[in-house]
């Protein structure tokens, strides 16, 4: 049987999707070091786990794209 795939406008949606959280759960655990308060820090804490679990979960969603391209090694710096 054929394996599903996404639409193109689809896998954009979900790479932008990826990135966001990605951008949230840095943030959230960089943060967890400036943060006295306790619940606040367990709360961040929980968001932690839920955002790595969530990553998770649209990673095994973007392996379903129609296109793909590998990581490559040594990747080609930005600044010059």
């Known amino acids: ?39 606040l820090k367990a709360l961040m804490q929980k968001d932690v786990i839920l955002s790595t679990q969530q990553i998770a979960e649209l990673q095994a969603i973007y392996a379903r794209a129609p296109f793909q391209a590998p990581v490559p090694n040594n990747p080609t710096p930005i600044t010059h």
């Open 1 to 39: 049987m054929n394996k599903p795939t996404l639409a193109p406008h689809e896998s954009m949606e979900l790479h932008e999707a990826l990135n966001f959280k990605t951008l949230c759960l840095a943030k959230s655990k960089l943060m967890q070091g400036l943060v006295f308060d306790q619940e």
